[in-house]
């Protein structure tokens, strides 16, 4: 009798971006881990494979659960505020973070979990019907079911529906720039400023991150925001936020919105306290006196600090309460009313009032 793994394989799909090497393996090159597999053997992500000498992707079309979020939980806050956002992800992911927020997908290996199936012209459709202005690749690491998450995106543009990517942006420059292509809106983690961290605590390397943000907001018409995850005790020294948001205003501009979101003790690191909400106001005001324009905190209460002010003239444009908006002060083009100063963004007419619901969507098949 067949294992769960060989009918995972069975019915995979074909990957991209990787190459064979002379001793019989086969390389992925989708991500600067490079895995090298033996024919059945599983990658670092778990989702990729080795299937009759080629890098197969074992999740295509397989999601852990569909979504109507709130964008602003992705966080976004400055792409079409207020509006729903068709949420999906699938299982693994390519970095190893001992602080993982998100475990249960992202390390899952139980891939019955991925009972929810749809096909990508299935997806755009059911976005379409449910009103959701854009879909997003979350949960866990769209990279790594990078063909998924492209074809999707494409289905997607032929329905004027956008998408957005939530990621830890480790990729390699080719997939790279494929992917960014076709991808409207990104929340990018930029989960430390210090190489050491990045090895020690995620097993991957900062170096790559960096090239990622560089390229998004330099090369592509894509629409950039950054979370930081402030981890007591590790990342959170003023020194390293001050070198991280100055990088980020002299390399990336000042428009680049950043989210300093609160940790909560997890995974492999639960006898970290979580991140005290003074450390994320902290956080904000060095970003703020570096220069970001738009600075926030995530995963605590506080509407002063998650709402948007105009750079012009200090108005508060848009008001946020959790993933609610409480007030808007900008004009259909995304102007301060008060004193026509462009906040940056994507903006088109009156908010969205989806609020701040999530509502779980059966998009009708089972696993396939
Ligand atoms: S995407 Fe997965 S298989 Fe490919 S190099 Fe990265 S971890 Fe390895």
Redesign the pocket.
């Known amino acids: 009798m067949k294992s769960a793994g060989d009918r995972e394989l069975e019915g995979a799909a074909p990957g991209r971006y ?1 190459q064979r090497l002379a001793d019989g393996r086969v390389q ?8 090298r ?1 033996r024919e059945g053997q599983r ?3 778990f ?2 494979a080795c299937r009759d000498g080629r ?1 197969v992707l074992t999740t295509y079309g397989r999601s852990s659960g569909f979504c109507v979020d709130p964008i602003e939980k992705k966080p976004l806050s400055h792409f079409l505020p207020g509006t729903p956002v068709l949420s999906f992800g699938t299982a ?1 992911c ?1 970095l190893a973070c001992k602080f993982c927020q998100n475990w249960d997908m992202s390390k899952s290996r139980e891939m019955d979990r991925l009972m929810d199936a749809a096909a990508p012209e299935e997806l755009a459709a059911a976005a379409v019907r449910l009103g959701c202005r854009s879909v997003a690749f979350t949960y866990n690491d769209p ?2 079911f ?1 063909e998924y998450a492209v074809d999707t995106a494409l289905a997607c543009r032929e329905r004027g529906v956008k998408t957005v990517a939530v990621t830890a942006g480790y990729m390699t420059a080719d997939p790279r720039r494929e992917f960014f292509r076709v991808i409207d809106a990104a929340n990018i983690d930029l989960k430390a400023f210090t190489d050491d961290f990045y090895r020690r605590l995620t097993g991957a390397r900062l170096g790559p991150v960096l090239d990622t943000l560089l390229y998004v907001r330099h090369e592509t018409a894509t629409w950039l925001e950054i979370t930081n995850l402030v981890i007591p005790g590790a990342n959170d020294g003023d020194a390293e936020i001050d070198a991280m948001t100055r990088w980020v205003v002299d390399e990336l501009g000042p428009d680049v919105p950043m989210h300093f979101s609160a940790f909560h003790p997890d995974y492999k690191m639960t006898e970290t306290p979580p991140t005290p909400a003074a450390t994320l106001l902290r956080a904000r005001d060095i970003a703020i006196a570096n220069g970001v324009r738009y600075a926030y905190v995530g995963n605590v209460h506080d509407e002063a600090a998650d709402s948007t002010y105009c750079h012009g003239c200090g108005a508060r444009v848009i008001g946020r309460d959790w993933y609610e908006l409480t007030h808007w002060g900008l004009d259909a083009e995304g102007a301060c009313q008060a004193c026509g100063t462009r906040c940056a963004g994507v903006f088109d007419g009156p908010p969205g009032r989806w609020g701040r619901r999530r509502q779980p969507v059966r998009l009708g098949r089972g696993r396939p």
């Open positions: 990787w992925c090159d989708l991500c600067p881990r490079h895995c597999l990658a670092l992500c989702v990729r890098i693994g390519n990279v790594i990078f």
